[in-house]
């Protein structure tokens, strides 16, 4: 599906975006939690696992969840673990992210701001963070709802 949005946005899909084995990207909805993003298991229909990558060009992309209308960010400072979580529009780099597609729906996202890559913690809380590239928990896979 490609919908053309205003001059910059070259096209918009919604999807699930699959990390750390059978789970998928999801952000938890209060300020409470800083509307930290984190994996689970598949939801079925609920909508905070659904994505809206929108092309800005260049091979840029914004990714902003469907149920909350927020856009995935990244902290950029150590002391905060450099934790993935959902903003406002802000229209900086920390929103816009590098999407390289391996083939098979396998994908890694590069945020353009810090140059590190999205991953998926296999343990704990099963956190999101951002990370340089050296670890294979940075492989997503990308596909419709």
Known sequence: M???TNEEAVATRVVRLQGGGLRFLDAHQTAQKDCQVFTRAFQGSDASQHWRVTELGGGVS???QVSSGRFLDAHEIGDLDFRVVT?????SDTQ???IQDFGGGFISIEQVSSGRFLEATLGGDF???TRPAISSEQTWR???P
């Open 127 to 129: 956190t999101v963070v």
């Open 2 to 4: 490609s919908i053309t």
């Open 96 to 98: 816009r992210w590098r």
């Open 62 to 64: 914004t990714i902003q």
């Open 87 to 91: 903003r406002p529009r802000q229209d």
């Open 142 to 144: 990308i596909g419709d």
